[in-house]
């Protein structure tokens, strides 16, 4: 079964950081990719960031680039992302999810529960 | 950038009834890359479709989808109680990943 379990969630200041963390299970984890996609309180979906299962290829939208910063490690099936310059508006819950694969590689196909990013003073 | 827009932002409807969500994309997309989810109060989004017309593992075949070029559409032929929520549009390209603002579809 897989499983997808995002931590690391809480509340910051503007400007400040946080290291959100998504443990995976189930699946081949290096053969995947891995995203990250927020929420905000009572908002629709928004994609942040995507990583290969390689590691070798990240993506970011342009809300984040530049602040946000994708990585995993294989060996703990582990995918991480660093968010910096935190503004009000980064205040979401963050969705970590698995990639599909083949022809459907773009979808997102299993999701965490999600973890909730407050930046506020 | 892809921008999608849905319509309806609510759709008012009984249980038995049909229901059809619109998303159109700001400028013709591969139907190849256009999926759509739905998520309930407080749960997690489930990917109902890929390939725009492709169901999702587990999936009623009440659910169906179509479109091409700018205009797709989800399409659900009978409603259930646990159908009522909110739809999502996404489409990939360019290595970006674009949803849709979202259709409520609510109980009348």
């Known amino acids: 079964e897989v499983q997808v379990l995002e931590s690391g969630g809480g509340l910051v200041q503007p400007g400040g950081s946080l290291r959100l963390s998504c443990a995976a299970s189930?699946?081949?984890?290096?053969?995947?990719?891995m995203r990250w996609v927020r929420q905000a309180p009572g908002k629709g979906l928004e994609w942040v960031s995507s990583?290969?299962?390689?590691?070798?290829?990240?993506a970011y939208a342009g809300s984040v680039k530049g602040r946000f910063t994708i990585s995993r490690d294989n060996s703990k099936n582990t995918v991480y992302l660093q968010l910096s310059s935190l503004r009000a508006e980064d205040t979401a819950v963050y969705y970590c999810?698995?990639?599909?694969?083949?022809?459907?590689?773009?979808?997102?196909?299993?999701w965490g529960q999600g973890t909730l990013v407050t930046v506020s003073s | 950038e892809i921008v999608l827009t849905q319509s309806p932002g609510t759709l008012s409807l009984s249980p038995g009834e049909r229901a059809t969500l619109s998303c159109r994309a700001s400028?013709?997309?591969?139907?190849?890359?256009l999926a759509w989810y739905q998520q309930k109060p407080g749960q997690t989004p489930r990917l109902l479709m890929y390939?725009?017309?492709s169901r999702a593992t587990g999936i009623p075949d009440r659910f169906s989808g179509s479109g091409s070029g700018t205009d797709f559409t989800l399409t659900i032929s009978r409603l259930e109680p646990e159908d009522f929520a909110v739809y999502y549009c996404?489409?990939?390209?360019?290595?970006?990943?674009?949803f849709g603002q979202g259709t409520k579809v609510e109980i009348k």
């Open positions: 999810a698995k990639g599909g694969s083949g022809s459907s590689y773009y979808v997102f196909d299993y």
């Open positions: 189930g699946f081949t984890f290096r053969n995947y990719a």
């Open positions: 990583v290969s299962g390689g590691g070798e290829s990240t």
């Open positions: 400028q013709s997309v591969s139907s190849n890359y």
């Open positions: 390939g725009a017309s």
């Open positions: 996404q489409h990939y390209g360019d290595s970006l990943w674009t």
